[in-house]
């Protein structure tokens, strides 16, 4: 197995090079021989042609004679139209031409023709040229020079490759080297950057779109871990300063109060108090774990069908004490039809209570809290609206993160600031959107939207 990426880019260039160089070699190889072929071709046209043209009737041609051309040793003969040789030269080479008794014919026809032949192990070209009347004249040539030329350039092209895959194997190393080398650069300095543990980003300069890509990934992803280590450092501090404020409280009171004997009435004080601040810490930690395992992912959601507007009654109901203690009016707005929902009715319960806690909570005495439903083809909608004291605009994109508390709350009520971020959670667990409409001193209107298409 090939492990690595460059060896595996040298091996496909390699292969592709010897491909090429075979696929070329080939050709000029074909084309060389045509060239060879066509020449000795050429030369025995000439020659045919000086010998009839300059009238030397090959009949009387001096017996012997030879002609020596580029290729070699030329001979001819002539052949009569029943195939026996009239006259030929001395070395009696062109007697062994075996004849095509329909190459003769052609040739007697008036026409050129060519034949390749096999004569005692010797390959020879001969052309048969149209003489005389009944005679043929044949010239022909040795193809053995030509076999030598084509031999040595064949020894060339099976012994080059060894020494062409060694030089394509270098060439396609340093190809593979420069074709990887951003990819190496890349993986460097992420590892740099991991080491380090700095919230840098990786910047090699502009390597092509592809490893661009792959740059632009890993920035994001590099971003990513750095802003959850962050969002993790922060919660974790959150957390601490959140128990903090209460557990000071509850030492602060008790050691005060235990300086010296006190009344019934200042001890019945101090328990209310703790009471308060314990009150206190178990919800933090409530709130802590829910979104503990939020983030762990193993909340696990049970969904079921549920009625709406009876779910919103029960919920206004257990909230209708501590209206009145507020002296704030509670009025509900259902529509004539049923609305079933279909989604986890624990956690929308606690959903639906935190918004109603906050509408109560944040809405001075004489208020009004209003909570309504509806639904038509598309969506369902539920409406939390209050005549308190609104959210300033610069404050809405944040109410939703986790220990978030408004800027005048923070000293006025008691809170944990996780409340709207747990209820964001769960409402967008159950498929719905939570949106916020406010005015600083008119109210709030929170509104909850889940597609009615979820529901069927
Ligand atoms: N109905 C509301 N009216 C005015 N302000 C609100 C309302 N609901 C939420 N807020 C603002 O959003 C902040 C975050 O709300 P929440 O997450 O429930 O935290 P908490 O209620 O513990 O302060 C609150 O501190 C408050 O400033
Ligand atoms: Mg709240």
């Not at 260039?13 to 045509?34: N, S």
Request: net charge neutral; proline share 2%.
């Amino acid at each position: 197995m090939i492990r690595t990426f460059r060896m595996r880019l040298t091996l496909i260039y390699t292969v592709c090079f010897v491909v090429i160089f075979f696929l070329v070699a080939f050709a000029a190889y074909t084309e060389y021989k045509q060239r060879l072929y066509e020449t000795v071709d050429w030369s025995l046209i000439r020659l045919a042609r000086s010998m009839t043209e300059s009238k030397v009737d090959a009949n009387h041609l001096e017996r012997g004679q030879e002609i020596i051309t580029r290729f070699g040793t030329d001979y001819h003969q002539t052949v009569r139209r029943d195939g026996t040789t009239v006259v030929g030269s001395i070395s009696s080479v062109s007697q062994r031409w075996p004849v095509s008794m329909e190459k003769l014919q052609k040739a007697l026809d008036g026409r050129l023709v060519y034949d390749t032949v096999n004569s005692q192990g010797e390959k020879f070209r001969v052309l048969y040229f149209p003489s005389g009347k009944d005679e043929v004249l044949r010239v022909g040539a040795s193809l053995e020079e030509v076999k030598k030329h084509l031999e040595s350039l064949n020894r060339l092209i099976i012994v080059f490759p060894v020494f062409l895959i060694s030089l394509a194997f270098v060439i396609s190393w340093l190809l593979a080297g420069i074709a990887v080398a951003p990819v190496i650069k890349l993986r460097k300095r992420a590892e740099e950057i991991i080491q380090s543990r700095t919230p840098e980003k990786i910047d090699i300069g502009s390597k092509g779109k592809e490893i661009d890509a792959i740059v632009v990934i890993f920035n994001n992803m590099l971003e990513d871990i750095q802003s959850s280590l962050e969002a993790h450092r922060r919660f974790t501090s959150d957390v601490a300063h959140e128990i903090r404020s209460p557990l000071t409280s509850l030492i602060g009171n008790t050691e005060v109060t235990l300086r010296k004997k006190r009344t019934v009435e200042e001890y019945e004080e101090l328990l209310r108090n703790n009471l308060a601040d314990m009150v206190r810490l178990s919800r933090i930690t409530d709130n802590i774990l829910f979104l503990t395992k939020v983030d762990n992912h193993i909340l696990e959601l049970r969904k079921q069908r549920f009625d709406l507007n009876h779910f919103l009654t029960n919920i206004v109901d257990r909230f209708r004490f501590k209206a009145e203690r507020s002296v704030i009016t509670m009025s509900e707005q259902y529509g004539e039809t049923p609305i079933e929902l279909f989604g986890d009715m624990n956690l929308l319960e606690q959903a639906f209570s935190n918004l109603l806690d906050n509408a109560i909570k944040y809405t001075p005495r004489g208020g009004m809290v209003t909570i309504g439903s509806a639904m038509d083809e598309s969506v369902i909608r539920v409406t939390i609206s209050d005549t308190g004291v609104g959210i300033p605009e610069g404050e809405i994109p944040h109410i939703f993160d986790r220990f978030y508390r408004g800027e005048k709350e923070q000293v006025k009520s008691v809170g944990t600031g996780l409340g709207l971020s747990i209820t964001q959670w769960i409402i967008n667990a159950n498929s719905g959107k939570i949106h916020v409409k406010s005015k600083v001193g008119a109210g709030s209107d929170f509104m909850v939207i889940f597609p009615a298409a979820e529901q069927r």
